[in-house]
């Protein structure tokens, strides 16, 4: 039967531990697949109400705090740099180094989060959270509105996705701390990276497209 | 497959430039292209994610298989926003139908 390279972390349906990486890694990407049709939907959605409503999105967006983007924008990708510092930790069988990456990677989601939070609230104290409360001075504020809409909902999206993450990289750092994985089995480690980079890829998109609208055209 | 172990100087590589991509976005930002500035946006935004896919998702280095999947996804997500422009932007062409 089976004559591939046996490992505590080899399961039976697999001929090798290399074949059964690579199932897990395909299946992963195919469900990232799903993900970028998901998000994919909504930044369909943003291109067609921004080549409608230019103005009204330039106008909406300069009252976005690029600082705050700007700084949330090098959190995300700082954490997909300790991210992966945690797979090249666990392919090389530093658990300590393993476990320490993992933890930075939490506590900067932790910290995007933040200041996303801090961003949802200045906007909120300004009136800009679309509904009955919602108050634009400047023209145009119904479609303005329609920008702060999809704002919070692909905003909100990518910060439950993040919230997720924070979770699949806490139950990592757990079982990685009781030793569940194998000495040179680092697929897991692997597939929750995938996992953490897709949301980091997802906020190289947000930030433009949401922040850099129309600054140019405007200060203050 | 590839049993390829990305060290770390090429994570921090790749780290360094994802940064310096994000202050020049943001700096092009201020500065007014007209047109364009979306297009540079788009172009810097777009570059820094192949890194992210290529490096710290390993692309790169995964199977044909993997790589294909992955592209073929973008290929869909193209077809899905152009289609959907194409529709949003040629309505009216047709008098007496459109608006």
Known sequence: MASGTRTLALRHQFASAEQQKDASTLGMWIFLVTEIMFFGGMFCMYTVYRSLYATAFGAGSNHLDVTLGAVSTVVLIASSFTMALAVNSAETGNRRALITNLIITILLAAGFLVTEMWEWYQLHQEHLMPGSGFRFEGPDPGHVQIFFSMYFSMTGLHASHVLIGIGLLTVTAIRAARGTFPAGYSTPIEIAGLYWHFVDLVWIFLFPLYYLVARHAAHG | ?????????????????????????????????????????????????????????????????????????????????????????SRGWIVGTGK
């Open chain 2, 1 to 89: 497959m590839t049993d390829h172990i990305v060290s770390k100087k090429t994570y921090a590589l790749i780290f360094a430039t994802l940064l310096v991509l994000t202050g020049v976005t943001t700096a092009i930002g201020y500065v007014d292209l007209g047109r364009m500035n979306v297009v540079v946006a788009l172009a810097i935004a777009a570059f820094k994610g192949v890194l992210v896919v290529l490096f710290f998702m390993h692309l790169a280095y995964s199977r044909r298989l993997t790589q294909l999947t992955i592209v073929a996804a973008f290929l869909w997500l193209s077809l899905l926003i152009a289609l959907t422009l194409a529709d949003i932007w």
